[in-house]
């Protein structure tokens, strides 16, 4: 079935500078989503993304649909404390009747 | 209104009680699912439901039973479980089986603990 990676695994930053994750697939997908998971709640959608090259913001997020459609990126400006969390990438391929979802990247802000 | 709605948030049951965990969702959306999430690890599809049917049962045991009374409800439940099953149970909607074009709203999960 597919699979998704993302690197890294988890990292720890200081606050106020920028963070880049990402997100590879096997196959080619026709949407990339980008959540967030604070501990003991549930995935909140941060970015969608539907055509390849396809760049995207939402406040001080960016996230991007890679050209060869088998990767997404997002990146972080200036991370706050409140950006701590679990950060998953799902993907969709014209084939697949849902999302799946890579293994998370754990972001860590110190102060 | 765009949430989705878990009870209880948290749940402790034995391994011979009978318990049920609650989802709602007033969002028009056609698709309502259940997902299992261990600790450290993605969400893991349990079951989905499509125009208040079942149409996929990702393997999972008998153990675990949904329901979806109506469009807006959807309910999973739990009757001998395992020490092994317990999780955070996240309930999600979408707009149609294919996730949509937004993906999936997720509740905020009922954290499960069998002793």
């Known amino acids: 079935g597919q699979q998704l990676n993302q690197s890294p695994q988890s990292m720890f930053i200081q606050e106020g500078e920028d963070v880049s994750m990402n997100c590879t697939s096997s196959?080619?997908?026709?949407?990339w989503l980008w959540y967030k998971q604070d501990p003991g709640e549930g995935p909140v959608l941060l970015i969608a993304?539907?055509?390849?090259?396809e760049l995207t913001s939402n406040g001080r997020l960016t996230a991007q649909f890679g050209i060869t459609r088998k990767d997404s990126f997002l990146n972080i400006s200036a991370s706050i404390p409140s950006d701590v969390g679990i950060y998953f990438c799902?993907?969709?391929?014209?084939?697949?009747?849902?999302?799946?979802f890579g293994p998370g990247t754990r972001l860590s802000v110190l102060p | 209104d765009t949430e989705v709605t878990q009870t209880p948030k948290h749940l402790v049951m034995g391994m011979t009680n009978k318990k049920s965990l609650k989802c709602e969702q007033h969002?028009?959306?056609?698709?309502m699912y259940w997902y299992k999430q261990k600790a450290k690890k993605p969400p893991e599809l349990m079951f989905v439901?499509?125009?208040?049917?079942?149409?996929i049962n990702e393997s999972v045991p008998s153990r675990f039973s949904p329901e979806c009374p109506n469009s807006s409800l959807l309910n999973l439940h739990l009757h001998a479980l395992q020490p092994e099953d317990s999780a955070l149970y996240l309930c999600?909607?979408?707009?149609?089986?294919?996730?949509?074009?937004?993906?999936?709203?997720f509740g905020s999960g009922t954290r499960l603990t069998v002793v």
């Open positions: 999600a909607s979408s707009q149609d089986d294919t996730g949509g074009d937004y993906g999936y709203t």
């Open positions: 196959s080619i997908f026709n949407t």
């Open positions: 993304l539907y055509k390849a090259g």
């Open positions: 799902a993907g969709r391929d014209n084939y697949g009747q849902n999302f799946v």
């Open positions: 969002m028009g959306h056609r698709a």
């Open positions: 439901y499509s125009y208040e049917k079942l149409s």
